[in-house]
């Protein structure tokens, strides 16, 4: 049976013994480590090293990234050269893996070194101040890395860590929520396929009786019956809609929440974006904290399917994606 195929990406020298010990226990897990110092990066005799290592990222399943106090060598075509000036900005080995995974849609785990972490703090509040000395870092580079991260709308959760135990520990957490979100996930697609061999088998129930109703009320009502028509039609597609998004997963959670089905379905109308969501919900449900509560909540790295099953309910309604 296939693996799940974890690649570790982060700088060499300075990591090496956490991405040893991580390694085992990824291993330990069940799951395949991938490793470039391991030997489970196939390199190319026709490429630049480095892209057979993009190319692997590309072919795993999850990538965690390990941000200490190194940015690493620049990627090609200038593989191998590492920057001496502090502040010359360029791309890394480990950004172009790190970006790879992010085209690829690849789930994200990055993990920041707590002083690295601390000290982008201090960069954020003397961003261009050239005089600020820094001890934690060797390239401005790891800052600019950092702050991509966090401008990114999703697949960006970060934790900072002091002991190689708390990278295990989140790692473990979240590959354990994972695992029971897709477990929950299963769960609801039987759930919406048993709802929906129910719905063809009412369907043809209906359309007879929706052609019945319509014959009598042409012989009964003749000048009022193209109004009457159009009216139950719209009321029945209605109907049918709303039921729809009520098994939804998104909304069938909000409910379980307490939200009422009517609040959920016009803060999906109306919002223009997911904080507006929140805060139209809160309006409606009469409760200012649900707006924090429900966007902090669809931004969870462990809830990143949330988004797009608002998205579904959406499109239940004929209406575009939240952002």
């Not at 795993?60 to 920057?83: H, M, N, W």
């Not at 080995?93 to 690295?116: H, M, W």
């Not at 401005?140 to 960006?156: E, S, T």
């Not at 759930?191 to 043809?204: K, M, Q, Y």
Request: aromatic share 10%.
């Amino acid at each position: 049976m296939p693996r799940l195929r974890v690649f570790v990406s982060s700088t060499y020298y300075d990591l090496r013994h956490l991405r040893s010990s991580l390694s085992a226990f990824i291993a330990s897990l069940g799951h395949q480590p991938v490793l470039s110092e391991r030997g489970n990066v196939p390199y190319a005799p026709d490429i630049a090293p480095d892209e057979s290592c993009y190319h692997e990222v590309a072919e795993s399943d999850v990538l965690v990234l390990i941000i200490g106090g190194r940015y690493g060598a620049e990627a090609s075509p200038k593989s191998g050269r590492r920057k001496e000036d502090f502040w010359q900005v360029y791309n890394s080995v480990t950004k172009r893996e790190f970006l790879t995974a992010i085209e690829q849609d690849i789930p994200v785990y990055i993990l920041v070194e707590s002083g690295v972490f601390a000290e982008y703090q201090t960069f954020r509040e003397n961003r261009g101040r050239r005089s600020v000395k820094y001890a934690h870092v060797d390239s401005v580079n790891v800052f600019h890395l950092l702050a991509d991260i966090f401008a990114l709308p999703r697949n960006n959760p970060v934790c900072s860590f002091d002991r190689y135990q708390d990278i295990e520990e989140y790692l473990r957490e979240q590959w354990s929520g994972l695992f029971r979100e897709l477990l929950k996930r299963r769960s609801t697609e039987r759930a919406i396929s048993s709802v929906e061999r129910e719905i063809a088998g009412l369907r043809e129930t209906h359309d007879a009786l929706k052609r019945y109703l319509e014959a009598a009320i042409l012989k009964l009502i003749p000048d009022a019956s193209a109004k009457i028509i159009e009216e139950e039609d719209r009321r029945i597609s209605r109907a049918q809609t709303y039921s729809m998004l009520r098994v939804n997963t998104f909304v069938h959670n909000l409910m379980g929440f307490g939200y009422e089905f009517d609040h959920v379905r016009k803060a999906l109308e109306d919002a223009k974006s997911i904080a507006d969501f929140g805060a139209k919900l809160a309006v409606l449900a009469e409760n200012k904290a649900a707006e924090d509560w429900i966007v902090r909540t669809l931004r969870k790295p462990e809830n990143s399917n949330a988004i797009r099953q608002m998205n579904e309910a959406r499109w239940i309604l004929g209406l575009g994606p939240l952002k």
